[in-house]
């Protein structure tokens, strides 16, 4: 019966349908992977910059430290000792040239200190992207890339199977066909399930189903389809529900 002929299209057509969307996601999935990639290689540039900082914040306590010591000592001199007012000329130079490179490895320090935060946020940022990055690669379905090339492979095989059964079908039926898979996303047949369509679940008029049971009795090819008056899919017995 033609009726059958259009339910076989469907399962041929959403199987389809689905294939391209498998193939939809594997490509979100690889993109999504190659992202995941890019920010581990960003953090480990990062995380080797913040032990660099570290390096150089021990170097410069250190200095600070013998500055600060020398600082000390040069002023401790100056308090006790007797000394000729040239020498106590030089101490102060001294001083004054020790307190300003203190200024200035100080300055450093808190150059270091501030890059070295921003290198912090940078990879806290990166973690949570890698983290969001993995969460949505785990929600899509994974698949390697040979089943992935054998679903691409098999797709225009299966859509020339259908462009060969829907010319293969009365036009009137082919065009209603058409036009209702566009509407329906590819589903423009619903079944008939105890007197109610499987689609809408609507239960049938008492003429629908009358046309229904009429148009299997006159079995073969009757090209009248029968239709959900609610939602205006074609209506399928199913092959069960006759026998
Ligand atoms: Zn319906």
């Avoid at 000729?84 to 203190?102: A, H, I, N, P, Y």
């Avoid at 946020?121 to 929600?139: F, T, V």
């Avoid at 293969?168 to 008939?192: N, Q, R, T």
Wanted: net charge negative; glycine share 4%; hydrophobic share 35%.
């Amino acid at each position: 019966m033609l009726i059958d002929k259009l339910w076989e299209l469907q399962e041929l057509q959403l199987d389809y349908r689905q294939k391209e969307r498998l193939l939809q996601e594997l490509d979100i999935s690889s993109s999504l992977s190659h992202k995941i990639d890019e920010t581990q290689e960003q953090l480990a540039a990062l995380r080797g910059q913040l032990e660099t900082f570290r390096v150089d914040e021990a170097k410069i306590s250190e200095k600070l430290d013998d500055l600060s010591a020398k600082v000390h000592e040069a002023g401790a001199k100056l308090g006790k000792e007797e000394m000729s007012e040239d020498k106590v000329q030089k101490l102060e130079e001294k001083m004054k040239k020790l307190t300003l490179e203190k200024e200035k490895v100080e300055d450093a320090q808190g150059k270091n200190f501030h890059d070295r935060q921003d290198v912090e946020d940078q990879i806290r940022a990166s973690e949570l992207l890698a983290e969001k990055l993995r969460k949505e690669l785990e929600s899509i379905p994974q698949s390697d890339e040979a089943s992935r090339a054998t679903v691409k492979k098999s797709l225009p095989t299966l859509r020339k199977e259908i462009e060969n059964r829907k010319s293969k079908l009365p036009l009137k039926a082919k065009l209603i066909f058409e036009s209702l898979s566009e509407k329906f996303s590819g589903a423009p047949v619903a079944k008939a399930v105890s007197s109610t369509c499987d689609y809408c679940h609507v239960r049938l008029s008492q003429k629908t189903l009358f046309g229904l049971r009429n148009a299997e009795g006159s079995g073969g090819d009757a090209e009248e389809l029968i239709r959900c008056e609610i939602c205006g899919k074609i209506l399928y017995a199913g092959t069960k529900d006759r026998e």
